[in-house]
């Protein structure tokens, strides 16, 4: 006789296939209301379970109290290290870019399975001394603040908290625009920018527009971190 709240945490179509989208179905009809991150995943689950009640709650983004320089020739990411949060494209993209932009580092936080492979990479490729691998940290606001670029490259997200606590911190980003997610956050050249999905020629310009510019680094970064103060 209680009421149910099923609050759904993944990337929504997750919940329309495999074991998921058997169990879904059950515990949705039951539900007196489902809580979903986005509209989009919304808009996706509405379609296929058109008698539930669903209601968004966007995640709450941690507010970074940091002096943004956006002088600072440094890229960061944050993520687990693996999955689809595709960092060797990123990787593989500094590494071009690098050519061009060669006093920039790039900064990778997080563990995960893939850590070795891109390690891996990063040292057959000569590019230690640019590329560093800063493990797991409960400490990002040292790491924001030595970096003016926070690049985004995940393939599949329910509600990227990282991408919004970088944007809290004023950073300048740049991600790829999955299903759901980043367009929660970003408004296209205002407050950051968004890229077509896998389009990685596309990304890799507008990174360098971003590498080439502080004023615009700047203009993306100030506007970022006034808009995340609504979901303190």
Known sequence: ?????????????????????????????????????TEKAREILKAKYKRSDFHVIPNPIKQFKVSANYSKKRLVTVGSLGGEKNQLVLIKMFQSLSKTFNDWELHVVGEGPNRELLENYVNENSLGNKVSFLGNRNDLAPVFESSSIFAFTSRLE???????????AGLAVISFDCLTGPAELI???????????DNVQEYQTHLSMLMQSSTIRKELGEKAC??????D
Do not use: C
């Not at 709240?5 to 879904?24: C, D, E, F, M, Q």
């Not at 990227?160 to 809290?168: F, I, T």
């Not at 006034?226 to 979901?231: F, N, P, S, T």
């Open 1 to 37: 006789k209680a009421p149910i709240y099923v609050s759904n945490r993944t990337p929504p179509i997750s919940s329309l296939k495999g074991v998921r989208g058997a169990i879904t179905p059950i515990f949705y009809r039951r539900a007196t209301k489902v809580i979903l991150q």
């Open 187 to 197: 408004r296209n050249n205002q407050n950051g920018i968004l890229v077509e999905l």
């Open 226 to 231: 006034e808009d995340m103060k609504e979901l």
């Open 158 to 168: 329910g509600f990227p908290n990282a991408l919004g606590e970088a944007m809290s």
